[in-house]
């Protein structure tokens, strides 16, 4: 057992939290998985079925932006997914409320310390970002290529459909720069031995749900 692994043991049963939500944490991927995908915390239904973005912003960074099938996004062997927060910090009053403090400083950050052969980073909305890259602005970390340390890395704004201002404020992003992020994803991939072209095909449900 690495390293990794144990620590992943210990925070799933971490009850750090326990006296203000029900904890379950949910962390996903082996050690050797070559892209670490960062996000701020489970909502609501990851909560519930313990599959992370098995949701509309999970439906909408799969088929829309990384153009892959759900079977590449959730091969614990390409993909190594976690964030701010490993448990559903509840219901605030414009969406979810922020993950607390503690899970990175316990956990996360020993993930991507711990996590060997990791070759691309994908960070996931501003609450992220803002913790792997403070005192930065968010806009510009998305529209720029980032390292962390050492690795190359990718801010994506959040995917879910609250994030509607923003993305009408920067139309660009899925124009312009989300190709480019794609286009370094699949190059791992192949590398892997995979590529995009399994992409599921994407079913006007979705596409409702997530536009």
Not at 13 to 32: I, T, Y
Request: charged share 25%; hydrophobic share 30%.
């Amino acid at each position: 057992m690495t390293e990794l692994e144990k620590l992943q043991a210990q925070l799933r049963a971490c009850r750090h939290c326990e006296g203000m939500l029900e904890p379950r944490p949910v962390v996903h991927g082996n050690p050797g998985a070559p892209i670490l995908q960062v996000s701020q915390a489970p909502g609501k239904k990851v909560h519930e079925t313990g599959i992370p973005f098995n949701d509309a912003s999970g439906r909408r960074l799969r088929q829309y932006w990384y153009q892959i099938s759900d079977a590449q996004f959730y091969d614990p062997d390409l993909f190594y997914i976690t964030s701010m927060g490993h448990c559903y910090p509840g219901k605030g009053k414009t969406g979810d409320k922020k993950p607390p403090r503690c899970c990175f400083d316990m956990w996360t950050r020993q993930e991507i310390e711990l996590k060997p052969g990791t070759r691309m980073m994908l960070v996931i909305g501003r609450e992220a970002a803002s913790r792997l890259f403070p005192k930065r602005e968010f806009t510009e970390l998305v529209f720029q290529d980032q390292e962390y340390d050492g690795i190359p890395c990718y801010v994506l704004p959040h995917p879910s459909p609250l994030n509607v201002r923003w993305f009408r404020m920067h139309p660009e992003f899925e124009t312009q720069r989300m190709p480019v992020i794609r286009e370094k994803l699949h190059q791992v991939l192949k590398t892997a031995g995979q590529d995009g072209s399994g992409s599921d095909k994407v079913d006007s449900e979705g596409a409702s749900a997530d536009r």
